[in-house]
């Protein structure tokens, strides 16, 4: 599927371009042919199933792994032939969010922050900004080592924008948070977004839908989906799908008229133990239930509780278009091309 | 500024971050007083000198040393920040030498720690302060020679310990590579001019020259040139690591 542009995007100006990555380790193909171009304004959701080569990409965007083949430009300079000033472009949030454990978040900034180019007072302003975004104060002179999950992917975060990036990349940067830390992260993507280029890898779905605008989804080392949050979902069975509580001893009785309905393909039910059962009906592709199912229920006096249309579910999606573990075992064990 | 001074000012202050620079440095001191005036009967000796001191500065470098350069590399790998330190905007050959530079300083802290043995000499009698001083630069390059070593294995493993062992093996070689240890095995499986090349390779033998007072261009140039060898296949290594 073709990046679609999003209103905020600029599909003209093409941030990190990737064509055609590959990485073997040893026989095993970890990537398998990646394109993806990233433009100014997109915050790019990467998904896929663990080892799907997630991690890999972001490792070759950003200079760390040299690719088997392919190639990688941000904003126009190569990442092999270009490597320094292709990596000035880049901040960087590596898996697990590595800093020197013996240093403070003080003093490791500052390292990072001579190390990018910047004395005196400029930097002074960069790492200043850069601790209010992260809100790491409380713990500045502490050693990094000491201090909690939460505050360790901070300083992560921190380094990564310290010189305002045009381009960011982070791997799993609301991993380990707490609710209101990861509101607290994904508010910070969202403001820094129209500027910026953004890959964001992730194992939250919900986490997509709140800040991405688009969503590509890996696994064994190819894009199995590519597209809006919204596209994405449109391809999930829950998608418009109606649900409805009511009385269980209404439940079958509505669940044949629900199955009788034209646009319907099948209906589940649960019972709960309240004596009330949710029954869910799936529409044929593309089809809009919600008017019909209110107009059933009005005009059979149904006591329902509940009744909502579905926008879908990207686990769904995700599920469908991704291998279980088990079948990637089964297909790495045959020597099957992955 | 290409990175190099952030890095290596970075990794200097790191030794004294942790409880290594002076758990080091007190047992160099330790051990140093201990071999000279004991093992090496100095103040028996009657001789107002230090080659006493020096005689045993490769066989304590040979395992202390190893100790200050496995941690150089195989930490980062280990902690993962080698992937922050490679997507840092600094060239690879920038954070290999400023890290090395560093660990090299910082042996010559140690080595500048032990000047009470210089005030004693003195006091004690009138040595020659050429020859002392020129024993102290054959010390301090043969401390790079070490390091430079340790730092190139450190490169290849994510393993502190096996750094460690390594680095003494291979250092070891190096450091009697002129003796009949070595050259007795060499003359069985090859020819004699590379019998002669590598009892050329001799710490022993380079740092015995120097450490008489002689600084002999060749000596000096032996040590600059290993260093900057083992730094190359330092850099070689780090950049193989990408590939792999």
């Known amino acids: 599927m073709a990046p679609v542009p999003h209103e905020r995007a600029n599909p003209r100006v093409q941030m990190i371009e990737v064509e055609g990555l590959t990485k073997q380790f040893g026989p095993l193909a970890a990537v398998a042919g990646i394109d993806l171009r990233v433009g100014r304004g997109e915050v790019l959701g990467f998904l896929g199933p663990n080892g799907a080569g997630k991690s890999t990409t972001m490792k070759m965007i950003t200079g760390y792994l040299s690719a088997s083949s392919g190639r990688v430009r941000i904003c126009g300079q190569d990442i092999e032939s270009q490597t320094i000033a292709a990596q000035r472009q880049i901040g960087y949030l590596p898996e697990g969010a590595p800093a020197y454990g013996d240093m403070t978040p003080r003093s490791f900034l500052n390292f990072i922050a001579e190390v990018r180019g910047f004395y005196g007072a400029t930097a002074k302003s960069h790492i200043e900004r850069a601790i209010a975004n992260t809100e790491l104060d409380p713990v500045l002179e502490q050693p990094i080592e000491t201090l909690s999950k939460g505050f360790k992917r901070r300083v992560g975060l921190a380094q990564a924008i310290l010189h305002d990036p045009p381009v960011l990349i982070m791997d799993e940067p609301t991993d380990g948070l707490d609710p209101n830390q990861k509101h607290a992260v994904r508010r910070l993507i969202r403001d820094m977004a129209p500027k910026k280029a953004i890959i964001v890898s992730t194992h939250l779905l919900e986490e997509v839908e709140a800040i991405c605008t688009r969503a590509v989804i890996i696994d064994r080392g190819r894009i199995v989906a590519d597209g809006t949050p919204y596209e994405l979902l449109t391809r999930s069975r829950h998608h418009n799908a109606v649900s409805l509580l009511l009385p269980t001893v209404q439940a079958e009785l509505a669940w044949a008229r629900l199955k009788s309905m034209n646009d319907v393909v099948s209906v589940e039910q649960s019972a709960r133990p309240d004596g009330l059962t949710m029954l869910t009906a799936f529409p044929r592709q593309g089809a809009l239930l919600i008017e019909d199912v209110s107009a059933l229920v009005m005009a059979e006096h149904w006591d329902v509780r509940e009744l909502y249309a579905e926008p879908g579910r990207l686990e769904d999606v995700f599920r469908a278009v991704t291998t279980h573990d088990a079948a990637r075992a089964r297909a790495q064990a045959s020597g099957a091309n992955p | ?244």
């Open chain 2, 1 to 244: 500024m290409s990175g190099l001074w952030p890095i290596f000012k970075r990794e200097f202050v790191a030794y004294f971050a942790t409880p290594l620079a002076y758990v080091f440095i007190v047992i160099f001191l330790f051990a140093m007083g201990a071999f000279t005036f004991y093992i090496g009967n100095f103040y028996q000796n009657g001789v107002a000198d230090l080659s006493v001191f020096f005689a045993y500065h490769p066989w304590l470098y040979l395992f202390l040393v190893p100790a200050i350069a496995m941690r150089l590399w195989s930490e980062e790998r280990r902690s993962g920040t080698i992937e922050l330190l490679l997507t840092l905007p600094i060239p690879v050959w920038a954070s290999v030498i400023g890290k090395y530079l560093a660990a090299w300083a910082f042996t010559g802290v140690a080595l500048v720690l032990t000047f009470p043995i210089w005030l004693t000499v003195n006091y004690l009698g009138n040595p020659d302060n050429g020859v002392i001083l020129a024993g102290y630069v054959g010390s301090f390059l043969m401390a790079g020679g070490y390091l430079a070593i340790g730092a190139a294995i450190s490169a290849a493993t994510s393993n502190q310990v096996i750094a460690f062992v390594v680095s003494v093996v291979v250092c070891f070689l190096f450091t009697v590579s002129g003796a009949p240890l070595v050259l007795d095995f060499v003359r069985v499986i090859a020819p004699l001019p590379i019998v002669t090349a590598i009892s050329s390779f001799s710490f022993l033998t380079h740092f015995g020259a120097i450490s008489t007072g002689v600084i002999d261009l060749r000596d000096i140039i032996f040590f600059v040139s290993l260093i900057a060898l083992f730094l190359a296949i330092n850099i070689v290594l780090i950049d193989l690591k990408k590939a792999s």
